[in-house]
């Protein structure tokens, strides 16, 4: 499930932004408000030390709810717009995506239930003694969420984006399908695509792909794709990828 941490083998390394700007990149929260505190509180630390930057940019990769225990903390922290002074962008998590399909009844939600809904249900004090087993029973569930998820929330969900693009680096949640050009590249895809993306070796030419939703140890780095998926609400790290003209480091909530 743990992937192993390594530098990318090639010897050209993609990927500058511009003179004076800034990315601190979020990646998979999955319900771990506390974590998510203490990040935020790193990045301003981190930003403090840097007053010299031009523009700054926050970028949450998504899967903000799901298996963590506090779902709805987390989006009311995102809401709040934790920090001053930065562009915050909100990418679409495949979980995300699950709720909004089992909400908008494109979905009988039961997948999104064993990866992960049963926390955001708990979160929003939706009562569950057992999964749904007939049509009505998926009805009323349904029904009990829209009672207790706040429109607000919802609405945050919808107006997350896809991708976020700035300087060389291409932010999506899960990867982009290789060979295909990034404007032709489906929400499908960069919500859920795993296998093929990870196989690539160099899944866009000339862009640099900063992604989650594939669990590591610790942070990859692999020249052309960084992965900041670290398992959060698992393993306590919660990671942020942090770019400065062709510097690229990391922030973890389990740093000394």
Avoid at 239 to 248: I, K, N, P, S
Wanted: net charge negative; hydrophobic share 40%.
């Amino acid at each position: 499930m743990f992937g192993r941490w390594f530098k990318g083998t090639s010897t050209v390394r993609p990927g500058s932004l511009s003179p004076g700007l800034a990315v601190y990149a979020v990646g998979d929260i999955h319900g771990r408000l506390d974590l998510l505190d203490d990040l935020l509180r790193r990045i301003g630390e981190d930003e403090a030390r840097h007053p010299d930057d031009a523009d700054r940019s926050l970028i949450f990769l998504g899967d903000y709810i799901d298996r963590g225990p506090a779902s709805r903390g987390v989006v009311d922290r995102l809401l709040e717009r934790p920090l001053e002074g930065f562009t915050t962008v909100h990418l679409m998590g495949n979980h995300e995506e699950a709720l909004l399909s089992f909400m908008d009844r494109v979905s009988d939600g039961l997948d999104w239930l064993t990866f992960g809904g049963l926390e955001t249900l708990m979160s929003y004090g939706v009562p569950l003694r057992t999964i749904p087993a007939n049509g009505q029973q998926v009805i009323e569930l349904r029904q009990a969420l829209a009672e207790a998820v706040p429109q607000r929330h919802l609405d945050f969900f919808r107006s997350c984006a896809f991708r976020y693009n700035v300087g060389d680096y291409v932010f999506v949640h899960a990867g982009v399908r290789p060979g295909i050009p990034l404007e032709r590249q489906t929400p499908a895809d960069m919500m859920w695509i795993r296998d093929d993306f990870l196989r690539s070796r160099v899944p866009l030419a000339d862009r640099v792909i900063v992604h989650g939703h594939t669990i590591v140890d610790l942070p990859e780095d692999r020249t052309h794709r960084i992965n900041i998926d670290t398992g959060a609400f698992v393993s306590g790290r919660l990671t942020c990828l942090v770019l400065r003209g062709e510097e690229r480091r990391f922030l973890s909530t389990l740093d000394g």
